[in-house]
C-alpha cells in the first residue's frame, strides 16, 4: 500500500469553473493541506504530478459541476476510484448534470459514472458545501 500524504486533492472541472475557490477558502480555514492542479500553463510535467497526487492524497475531491461536458474529469473519477480501493484513499464525488446545449452524451457519461461509483460504495454528492462537509470529515478521521 501506498504511503498516503495529508492532502486534500481537488480534482474535476477546470476551464472557467471557480468551484475550487470557495473549497480552497474553506479547507484553508479548516487547516486542511489541499493540492490544486489548476495552472496556467499546462504541460506533461503536470500530468505526473496530478497522478502523484491522486494517488497519494489521502482525501480525494471530484467535482463535476454542470458547465462543461468534463469527459475528461469523469473518465479520470474511475482512475480515482481505482487507486483509492488499492491506497486506502477516500473518495468524494459530487457530480451535477451538464446544463448546456446537446448535453444528452455529456449526461449519459455522468449517469454511467454514477451507476458504477455507486456500484463500488462510492457516495455521489450534488451540492459543494456539503461534499465539502464529508471532506473534511473524512480528513479529520
Known amino acids: 500500500m501506498t504511503k ?6 481537488l480534482f474535476g472541472t477546470v476551464g472557467q469553473s471557480t468551484w475550487r475557490d470557495e473549497v480552497i477558502a474553506r479547507l484553508e480555514k479548516e487547516n486542511i493541506a489541499y493540492f490544486n492542479p489548476v495552472v496556467p500553463e499546462w504541460t506533461a510535467d503536470h500530468a505526473k504530478m496530478e497522478a502523484h497526487h491522486m494517488a497519494t492524497d489521502r482525501v480525494i475531491l471530484f467535482v463535476i459541476t454542470s458547465e462543461g461536458k468534463s469527459y475528461g474529469s469523469l473518465a479520470e473519477t474511475g482512475w480515482a ?16 448534470d451538464f ?3 446537446f448535453g444528452t452524451a455529456a449526461n449519459r457519461a455522468r449517469a454511467l459514472v454514477r451507476a458504477h461509483a455507486q456500484k463500488a460504495g462510492i457516495v455521489i454528492y450534488q451540492d459543494i458545501p456539503t461534499a465539502v462537509a464529508a471532506v473534511i470529515k473524512a480528513f479529520r478521521r
Open 4 to 9: 498516503l500524504q495529508d492532502v486534500v486533492g
Open 99 to 101: 446544463q448546456g446545449l
Open 81 to 96: 476510484a481505482l487507486s483509492a480501493a488499492k491506497n486506502g484513499q477516500t473518495v468524494i464525488l459530487v457530480i451535477q
